[in-house]
Nanobody, 119 residues
């Protein structure tokens, strides 16, 4: 069993930055691929970024590539999402998730943290 707890959300002006953190407990984070998803009001949940546990390869949705960076700190068992040049359309609840590998289904979800970007 893996427990995931997100933090770091908040209100920021367009062009600003935030760093989200997802602390994992119960299992070693490097045993999993870690993902960030987001869900805006009235919209479907969408993939944002992922990092492989085996080789730390990273993956991004097109609209955030070059602005967001996913990384892990295995000593802290934490995955981060550094978000720069934020846009109002980035406003959403951001959720951390874990799967056995990049291709397999999500097994664990966090509760989410709200990110609001004002124009």
């Amino acid at each position: 069993q893996v427990q995931l707890v997100e933090s770091g959300g908040g209100l920021v002006q367009a062009g600003g930055s935030l760093r989200l953190a997802c602390a994992a407990s119960g299992r070693t984070l490097s045993d999993y691929a870690m993902h960030w998803f987001r869900q805006a009001p009235g919209k479907e949940r969408e993939f944002v970024a992922a990092i492989s546990g085996s080789d730390t390869s990273t993956y991004y949705r097109g609209s955030v590539r070059g602005r967001f960076t996913i990384s892990t700190d295995n000593a802290k068992n934490t995955v981060y999402l550094q978000m720069n040049s934020l846009k109002p359309e980035d406003t959403a609840v951001y959720l951390c998730a874990a799967s056995r590998s990049i291709e397999t289904h999500i097994e664990y979800w966090g509760q989410g943290t709200q990110v609001t970007v004002s124009s």
